[in-house]
């Protein structure tokens, strides 16, 4: 049995302590949080007691920290738990700043511990159910990959004026599923996008649409296009050409229930947002990195594909400035 | 915090044990089933005891029952806990026999408890999401439904032999979702049915397809399409026409992969069979029955629709023994 | 050159008589209507002559005749141009009376000629394209047919109170079907049905919505639920168990827009009304005669085939009165 | 009644052909082509007469001309039947070099013809009942289009190498569906490619899989992929985000079949190629030519907008020689 801590008891840090407290072969002792009230609260509901992060480290017991705190705790909590000799789960992204991520991996490297980073959607069973046969070869080589990947609103703007950018916060995601689909590195990103919905969102020094292209290496293409703001909901779809077809990732609806009515035929809209969208991913990444520890085996989504996603974003966002193609090395 | 347990430690124990373990407000402190190291693995499970119904009912602590052993036994378990004042959830059906299962719903109506019945096909989100909107007058007053009802095999002949036959084994549910939907009770039955899979099921003395057609007494219709062997899957539909419009319950796919290849475009079969597909149907009645002990509100499924539906499936083998409809009285 | 001429210049006349002038190897050289404008019209539009059916009949240049005029004129027309030596292409039905009906066909045989009715529903594309594909094995044997077929709204009384009832007037097509499917002629129909949408269709003596049960000699079932008025307008569908799968039958749309609001996805609804369905079957039927015609190949809806759905429009009219099942010889 | 004449008798010229003699109030006069017999062939099927260009264009009774026949030949027919005061439809392109089309708007204008170039997806009854929709305000304004445009195969080397390049030859719809669905004109464009499918294209010195983005005046994005060969067909759809929702254009089928196997529910391929995906397309675009001149409207798809298309697809092919994106004056 394995002894975890959760840190962070926001949004994301509830849904990883419940998911840590329902899978088997781990356990959730300790929930931290700058909030104290907030990590009581989360810690009761799981049996779980509250800790400070100090506490946590020192607890000889504890093998696995799942960071889930706001994104500039990251890379000291990362190396700490590192240096700590603890295993560690952290939501993306590792940091905003590519210099101060790359420390931190070596640190995670020197450590030896396992470090898996929360793409979830890479655990999503439509988007890995599709990856799954896409390896499988069902339909050749993987030639052209289009993602679809749209809020249903922007967050507030003090959240986005200390975002990093509509890149590094929105399409890190994005650029994870382009090199996990496409098994390819960039050779070059062209990165152009608008404000449209929210003059307020320019104000911020920020974008709410965005047009991305990638090149790979091997001459492979990626295009993915962003939005803030879908009226209609949460939109998150890709669809991959191959040699020999095409697979789509659709979205997810709540029911599959069809409505005739004497103007329309209707359908629900797609799940409301990410919490529901990635109900189930956020639980199979939970079992994934439990599974690796018990097992010894290899996580999916380490700190190096945190590092690949994030220089993307950089690149991206040096392409949108410079209105330039970045040719990355 | 109620206590419960759990009778019968097979397929649909499980799911209601570990569905009862992960509810708020209820406690699963017993599991039993005849077979014994079945129910110690169940309690083990979730940190539960292993304890015979004697026991069980003997506990005062002990306020809820659930009931998931084999059909035979759940008349007399539901008297045993209505004399001993427990709340009962019970799998369907009652008893095969009506008369047995009457002296049944008299026992819980003198012991004034709660007696629900796992029509869990009612807490499908797609089904009672559909529910929902006609009740709401989405598409105006019923007036005709058609179910779909297909297993993906039939069971085996030994299970068929006591089942009590394909209307009060399998189509039971399908009687409670025409009841349900409809809001209104049958006035007449016409049941004719065939063995067309595997001869060996005539052998049984049972049918593996039928059309039963029931007209209710404000004279809505009601078909139903049942086959015990379905090539593509667990096939569970339905579709109600409404003066004003319709609304179709679809099947549930485990992902949104959509596959084009250079034959066909093709996307995946419904979920595999019932433990797949009303995964959360399970849950959300477990939910719903703790809710109702909790506030002490009314459960949505009685043991009198348990007795409604018994009543159909009985019409409708006698209508098949006949060949002529049968009036209800 | 086949010489051709339309009886009947009402709106099924116009789309036959568009479809034989625009066929190649067949000609429209006349057109008859008891309204002498309309036919006048509809002459002019093809550039075809205005004649009465006994100039029709006696002109030897012409070949062929399409019978589209009110249904009680089918069975004397019918005979009149057997007679005459023409080949006949008949709106259905042959006749709403079987006995009458019967001696049509002896006449037609007697004569020799080809004699089509027009159950257009077996060239619809998806229809006929599903028909190949059972026909072809890819699911087996089949072994139960779900038959939806609902129009937009009842036709004028008037109308109504001459259609033969519900089960000659709009199931005819059904029970087309129903034998066109499965392959194998009814055993026994069970009919039951209500008049919800309108009181004065059951003043007229009719009702607007059916279910029908038919066990086939193979012991293969068909469900067929029909209504008078659908809020969503056509719904044409039908769906086939077999064996080794399902086929489905899905309604056409005319267009392949969806669209997302903030409340609903959604589609159009199903193409109008048989008219607009029915486009391309209506061509191809026409296709399909004159090909024969030409070939010297059998047609595929033969005057038999009439008969025969009548004889099933007659039991389940039967059934409905007695409220027990009919069985066929 | 407008006298006209088609002039080619290839592929597209058997379409326009059939279209012009099936349309009420034009009249097939004349069919000419290099290849004699084909002309001769074609204007037999039409009952019109074999004519060369000067024989048209000499003829006082003729008033509208369609040009189908080879790319080279556009510009240069386009000018002599101006001259020749000659209404004109020509397939896309005007020419393959931009100054010559300008050169040939001038005498177009000069002239005072009416010249319709043949945009025909904007006449396809998806793509056309979307854009109405947009047009009515039913998702306000559009922000962002994805264009998917993939062949089934690619065309012969031998066309390829005197095609103008993928961003002219094929690209060039979706660039004019791009300036019709976003209603605006391109402020910058920048396109990137590679040859994936065979690489005797990229010796022809063409590639086979592009990834345009195109950045309008007002800030609205366009992402255009496109690929000569889709295992699975031919495959046509868009999407428009807006302001306050999405609307999508799909792919037709042939039927709407749905088959169920044991591994897989499946549906048609995509409408083969754009003789059968644009059928009744090609049929509207000459029913709108013919509307126009005999009302006196204006076309739908100009002179102009072959011209604006042509820029874009310049402005690509720069781009992807260059490596930057190009910016519009």
Redesign the interface.
């Known amino acids: 049995m394995i002894d975890a801590a959760v840190i962070g008891a926001g949004r994301i840090g509830k849904i990883h302590a419940a998911n840590v407290a ?1 899978e088997d072969g781990i356990r959730l002792k300790y929930v931290a949080d700058v909030h104290e009230p907030g990590a009581r609260a989360l810690a009761e509901a799981h049996g779980a007691q509250v800790a400070d992060v100090e506490g946590i480290l020192g607890d000889p017991a504890i093998q696995a920290i799942v960071i889930a705190s706001s994104t500039d705790t990251h890379a000291p909590l990362i190396e700490q738990a590192a240096r700590a000799g603890k295993h560690i789960f952290c939501e993306k992204p590792v940091d905003l700043d590519l210099v101060r991520a790359r420390a931190c991996a070596d640190t995670v490297t020197s450590a030896g511990v396992t470090c898996m980073i929360g793409f979830q959607r890479r655990f999503d ?2 988007f890995a ?2 990856q799954a ?1 896409l390896a499988a070869g ?4 993987p ?2 990959l ?1 993602v ?1 990947s ?1 809020d249903p609103g922007a967050p507030p703007l003090d959240y986005l004026r200390r975002s990093g950018g509509i890149f590094r916060d929105m399409l890190i995601h994005d650029f994870d599923i382009c090199r996990w689909i496409l098994g390819d590195e960039a050779h ?1 990103v ?1 990165a ?6 929210d003059p307020s969102i320019a104000d911020a020094g920020d974008i709410d ?3 991305v ?1 990638i ?1 790979t290496r091997e ?5 993915i ?1 962003t ?1 803030r703001r ?3 909901g949460y ?1 998150q779809r890709f669809e991959v ?12 609806r ?16 797609p799940e409301a947002f990410f919490l529901e969208r990635y109900r189930d991913a956020y639980a199979a990444e939970i079992a994934h990195f439990v599974a690796a520890l018990v097992n010894g085996t290899p996580v999916r989504t380490t700190i190096d594909d945190g590092l690949k996603a994030l220089e993307l974003a950089d690149a991206a966002s040096r392409s949108f400035v410079s ?3 970045v040719t990355l090395e």
Chains 1, 2, 3, 4 share one sequence.
């Not at 069902?138 to 080589?141: A, K, P």
């Open positions: 329902g069973p439509t159910g599709l046969r069902e339909i050749g080589t030639e052209m289009v679809t749209r070059s062209y152009t996008g608008s404000c449209l919905s649409s965005t047009a292209t090149r001459g492979r293409l990626c295009v296009n939005a879908a009226a209609y939109d050409l191959g040699s020999r077809g095409m697979l789509q990732a659709g979205n997810v709540p029911t599959e229930v069809t409505a005739f009515s004497a103007h329309t035929v209707s359908t629900d809209l209105g330039a193609p």
